[in-house]
């Protein structure tokens, strides 16, 4: 989003993150899914996702973080891994999820009730190197993996050309910040919602985006 | 609130104003009350206030702020400033509001539905100068203001006596900010909700803080 509008990272990561937390209160209660894993890649979306995993927390769930790629001297995302470490978020390693060691871990669908993929965003390309390979196929639909939340744009989807894995990730829910990517008209799961609700009119028409009306205070709306 | 626990004021002012627009939006609809003024100061509170306008834009609100003491040069203040600008936020002089003009302005249940106090906060001492003199009396009971939001505490109340002008501000609504502040005691209008829904447990410990839960992704919870 363009500095014209005088937002500070710190505001947007804040408010993307809530819409995320918001669409999974909504889609999965604590009450029937209480283990919530978030994978957070190395950029804004992984930033995304530490801010979700508060919320979530305070929402009531039990939350796992995993943040294998971390930016020291990075003071925003320093202070997210602070605010998650005070709430009593737990941090686990990718070698703990994907087996690193002498025994393999337990399938991820025994151990977490929703996954929320939040390694990479709209502006990733290429291949995605260690550890987050290993990570992304933990959540291939050949693992058979709980329940996937992605953030914005499934992980290894192409932003403008949808999956180009083919038979890549399948996630159940996808939460498309500000506006869908033209790549999630390939997303086929059963919940799509769009959060950002940030947005000024005038950014709306520059960019010819449609959106559905938010309800109420909500951060976050069902657009299928 | 401590830096130990990781937080930026970008990051604290959102979840604060959002809760304190939250509250209004659960309080008074924009169907029977749309047109909002929110009176800011030059400090947190006042950054509090900007960003509950501009979320009450976004919840459909026509929204007016009067911002009479700006802090140049501080980003975060000009960048809230900017952001409300963009959503066609308008912005009122103090002298159009209290009449520094020819003609006196008509009273302010005429022109607005709701006002919002986000002028001072709880470190305010001493007795406020112009033109914050000359709005609060505008928001005096005895100029039957319309219904009044206060943000964590009446402006010109005491923060730990409650309200030392005796027959001061009678706010209808209070959204006290991570905990009731002990002068919010003497508050005796109808809606009291508490906001700020980022306080760690252990801080909550820490200060022998009782809450009350919030119900789903509620950024606002009520408590009288």
Known sequence: MSPKYGFSIDQLMELAGLSVASAIRETYPPETHPRVLVIAGPGNNG???LVAARHLTHFGYDVSVCYPKRSPGKALYEGLVTQCETLGVTFVSADALVGGGAA?????RET???AVDAMFGFSFAGAPRAPF???LALLHQRASPPPIVAVDIPSGWDVDDG????DGMRPETLVSLTAPKIGATAFAGAH???GGRFVPPRMKEEFGLRAP???GAK????IA
Chains 1, 2 share one sequence.
């Open 133 to 135: 390979d290993a990570l």
């Open 213 to 215: 009306e938010y309800e």
């Open 112 to 114: 977490h009730d929703v």
């Open 163 to 166: 999956d180009v894995f083919g």
């Open 219 to 222: 951060q976050c709306v069902r």
């Open 192 to 194: 799509h919602f769009l």
């Open 47 to 49: 930033g995304d996702g």
């Open 104 to 108: 393999p871990p337990p399938p991820l």
